[in-house]
């Protein structure tokens, strides 16, 4: 049974780093969508063009410069959050307009950033802060967050928590690209709690609903080492 988990730790380790990296390909292509949705709505309403707009307006371009950090080739993930001279962090972000749509996915953010930096604490609190919201785009940054959630309950071995917040993923965006990804990490999550029966089905359904993903072929290959 060691083994067992200790193998799927790894794997789930493996996992993690695909899904931090779609983020980081496309987190920005999204956030703007976003941002930009959440601006046109504020202007349909008479005294939010004159409030609300200017403000969501003046996060955006704000965040923009911790995003400039987090996406580099090499990115410095400790400066994207806490920012210096020369431009603004997510947590300034948050403090300065925690309300807006900027802010709430400067939280998104600055969770990822102290995923990365090993603050596990942090990372989980600020993941958590998050609000859902509406639109393709943010089905899809919905799912990363709760898939990041449940990568934060791997780190800390907290398996059981982690298959729920990877169902939940799956469900937040159920399309053919992150909806296996997430379903593989609850297997794995449950494979590493030692629920051999609802790994297995859930390898089942990977390769039943989504069996051209990337994922399949790695389902297939778990459901052989459950069974």
């Known amino acids: 049974m060691a083994n067992q ?122 993941l958590a802060k998050f609000s859902p919201v509406k639109g393709l785009p943010g089905q899809i940054i919905n799912a990363q967050n709760l898939g990041l959630q449940g990568d934060v309950a791997v780190e800390q ?13 799956a469900k937040a965006s159920d399309n053919n690209l992150t909806a296996p990804l997430y379903l593989y990490k609850q297997a794995l999550a449950e494979q590493a709690a030692g629920n051999r029966t609802q790994a297995a089905a859930l390898c089942e359904r990977i390769l039943a609903d989504y069996p051209m993903s990337m994922e399949a072929s790695q389902a297939e290959k778990l459901l052989g080492g459950v069974n």
């Open 5 to 126: 988990q200790t193998a799927g730790q790894e794997s789930l380790g493996e996992a993690m780093n695909r899904t931090e990296s779609f983020l980081e390909k496309h987190g920005r292509t999204m956030s703007y969508l976003i941002l930009a949705l959440f601006v046109v709505a504020a202007l349909v309403f008479g005294y939010r063009a004159l409030v609300v707009a200017p403000r969501a307006e003046k996060a955006a371009a704000l965040i923009a410069e911790a995003q400039n950090r987090f996406e580099q080739e090499t990115p410095d993930y400790e400066l994207a959050l806490l920012g210096d001279d020369s431009g603004a962090g997510f947590l300034e972000v948050i403090e300065r307009y925690g309300a807006t749509p900027a802010g709430n996915l400067a939280k998104h953010y600055a969770g990822i950033c102290y995923l990365h930096m090993g603050d596990l604490e942090n990372a989980a609190a600020y």
């Open 157 to 169: 071995q907290d398996y059981a928590k982690a298959a729920k917040l990877f169902a939940k993923a």
